[in-house]
């Protein structure tokens, strides 16, 4: 089972820029899909964008054209860069890693975003 830790979250103004790291340890990271979620209260958690070992890349309508994710499989680090914050980003951010050829999920601890001004 792969082990995930977050890093990267902060209070940030509107309009301003995060990058979120996922550093992965524990497994072949290359045999993972990985991705961001997020959690706001009172809301469900909701994918934000997906990476696959080739460089795939699928994002929620509502960060497209604002977050960038990426992957370094050498590293075996995920990012999401966050670029034109909004105070609707505010949420804790989650890391999550889906082995591609059984479908097991981890998940990291979580990460807090706050965008206010």
């Known amino acids: 089972q792969v082990q995930l830790v977050e890093s990267g979250g902060g209070l940030v103004q509107p309009g301003g820029s995060l990058r979120l790291s996922c550093a992965a340890s524990?497994?072949?990271?290359?045999?993972?899909?990985m991705g961001w979620h997020r959690q706001a209260p009172g809301k469900q958690r909701e994918l934000v964008a997906s990476?696959?070992?080739?460089?795939?890349?699928n994002y929620a309508d509502s960060v497209k054209d604002r977050f960038t994710i990426s992957r370094d499989n050498v590293k075996n680090t995920v990012y999401l860069q966050m670029n034109s914050l909004k105070p609707e980003d505010t949420a804790v951010y989650y890391c999550?890693?889906?082995?591609?050829?059984?479908?097991?999920?981890?998940w990291g601890q979580g990460t807090q975003v706050t965008v206010s001004s």
């Open positions: 524990g497994s072949i990271f290359s045999m993972y899909v």
């Open positions: 999550n890693a889906v082995h591609r050829q059984f479908g097991t999920t981890s």
């Open positions: 990476i696959t070992s080739g460089g795939s890349t």
